[in-house]
């Protein structure tokens, strides 16, 4: 499988609405954090970049979330909801079109980094297969958007 060509990815990053917060983020997230960045290099796993205004914001592209919490411990500020008596956030995959599997190339990268099982393929005839997210499994950690080639899975926010 060919790697993911960073001009379209830059493409992508600038047709998408502002990135979202970091997870936990307060409902007055803005006005807590005073963009000190500490909780981007906390983040190992590459998912939080220096975004819009200075704030933290998520990069599905880069990577998925790992909900460690090390951006929450590492703030300041209190600018996250502790205890977590929330979810993280409500994002969860949407499929686009031009997904490989249904046009009958043999690709699974997604099903592949997927650590909660939530992504199954039906097949079709042809050698062709459906994608479906399991939504009640999906934890929403974004990883398979990163890992798939033709960035057709976008994080939105549930319905
Ligand atoms: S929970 Fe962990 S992986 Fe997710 S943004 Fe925070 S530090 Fe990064
Ligand atoms: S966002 Fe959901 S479907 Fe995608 S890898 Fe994470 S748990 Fe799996
Ligand atoms: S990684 Fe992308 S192209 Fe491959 S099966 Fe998943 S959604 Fe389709």
Same mark, same amino acid.
């Given at each position: 499988?060919?790697?993911?060509?960073?001009?379209?990815?830059?493409?992508?990053?600038?047709?998408?609405?502002?990135?979202?917060?970091?997870?936990?983020?307060?409902?007055?997230?803005?006005?807590?954090?005073? &963009?000190?960045?500490?909780?981007? &290099?906390?983040?190992?796993?590459?998912?939080?970049?220096?975004?819009?205004?200075?704030?933290?914001?998520?990069?599905? #592209?880069?990577?998925?979330?790992?909900?460690?919490?090390?951006?929450?411990?590492?703030?300041?500020?209190?600018?996250?909801?502790?205890?977590? #008596?929330?979810?993280?956030?409500?994002?969860?995959?949407?499929?686009?079109?031009?997904?490989?599997?249904?046009?009958?190339?043999?690709?699974?990268?997604?099903?592949?980094?997927?650590?909660?099982?939530a992504i199954r393929f039906q097949p079709q005839l042809?050698?062709?297969?459906?994608?479906?997210?399991? #939504?009640?499994?999906? #934890?929403?950690?974004?990883?398979?958007?990163?890992?798939?080639?033709?960035?057709?899975?976008?994080?939105?926010?549930?319905?």
């Amino acid at each position: 499988m060919s790697g993911v060509d960073p001009e379209r990815r830059g493409l992508l990053r600038g047709r998408q609405a502002a990135l979202p917060f970091p997870p936990w983020a307060a409902t007055d997230f803005t006005e807590r954090c005073n &963009r000190c960045n500490a909780c981007i &290099r906390a983040c190992e796993s590459g998912v939080l970049v220096r975004g819009d205004g200075g704030f933290p914001r998520i990069d599905f #592209t880069r990577a998925g979330c790992h909900f460690c919490a090390a951006c929450v411990d590492v703030c300041e500020r209190e600018a996250f909801d502790v205890p977590f #008596t929330n979810a993280p956030w409500t994002l969860r995959p949407r499929l686009a079109d031009g997904c490989l599997a249904a046009r009958g190339v043999v690709c699974r990268a997604c099903e592949d980094v997927c650590e909660a099982a939530a992504i199954r393929f039906q097949p079709q005839l042809g050698g062709r297969a459906i994608l479906q997210i399991d #939504t009640d499994a999906c #934890t929403g950690c974004g990883a398979c958007v990163a890992a798939c080639p033709v960035d057709v899975l976008m994080m939105e926010e549930a319905a």
